[in-house]
């Protein structure tokens, strides 16, 4: 009997992508979930790397064991919540911002419009969503992803014409909307894959309950000692200090 002849050299990028291409051409994902639709849930709420730039080292050691525990506890037969999550806001993306667009300071960003200077750190982070989505499929990481083409072209619409209505197609059907509200719709329901900080539904709570505080009397103006960028002319978070 003849043995076929193996390369003593392998080539493990062509395998990874043999394993991706057999994954995605046999619908392997939707029959997973598809198999344990119905079961008893497991689910955690991925916490968001931001889509500032290309995926580094840490980011995927991170991936890797979040994905450990989902396979887990797939492999016991639970249905799963396949959410991944963006971080949008915050200095990180705003500073690279400001260096695409050659600012040097804060009054910069008052001078060009605090709305158009949004509009561009949501399109950079749609760009480079698309970026670590395309990163993290090469993972093997195992979630409900949007599709990176998409996200590139939506960033492109909002770059042109943030106002124009289009139709996006959702999960359960077509969408229709101006493109700033479809990309604050991102990871609703009705549109399916990530879950995006930016989101207006996100914004929309975190103002309803510092309403709620301020109307409760809970927050009070004080004095202390905190991190101060002079350079960006801001105050920077304790926690990431």
Not at 126 to 142: C, F, I, W
Request: net charge negative.
């Amino acid at each position: 009997m003849a043995f076929e002849q193996i390369s003593n050299k392998a080539d493990f990028i062509e395998q990874e992508h043999a394993t991706l291409d057999f994954w995605r051409e046999n619908s392997i994902f939707e029959k997973m979930r598809d198999l344990h639709r119905g079961q008893p849930k497991w689910s955690f709420i991925d916490g968001p790397i931001t889509a500032n730039n290309p995926m580094g080292v840490h980011h995927g050691w991170g991936r890797t064991f979040k994905d450990l525990y989902s396979r887990f506890w797939t492999m016991r037969g639970r249905e799963l919540r396949y959410q991944n999550g963006f971080d949008c806001q915050g200095l990180w993306v705003e500073v690279e911002v400001e260096k695409e667009l050659g600012f040097k300071s804060k009054k910069d960003i008052e001078e060009y419009g605090l709305d158009k200077f949004v509009l561009k750190c949501k399109e950079r982070v749609l760009r480079y969503a698309a970026v670590q989505t395309r990163q993290s499929k090469r993972l093997g990481y195992s979630m409900e992803w949007n599709d990176p083409d998409r996200l590139e072209a939506l960033a492109d619409q909002l770059a042109e014409s943030p106002f124009a209505t289009i139709t996006y197609q959702g999960p359960a059907g077509e969408v229709t909307d101006t493109v700033e509200n479809v990309v604050g719709r991102l990871g609703l329901p009705e549109l399916g894959g990530s879950y995006f900080t930016f989101s207006n539904e996100n914004n929309y709570m975190i103002w309803t309950f510092l309403k709620r505080c301020w109307e409760k009397g809970w927050l009070y103006r004080g004095a202390d000692v905190m991190p101060w960028c002079p350079r960006c002319a801001t105050g920077i978070s304790q926690h990431e200090i």
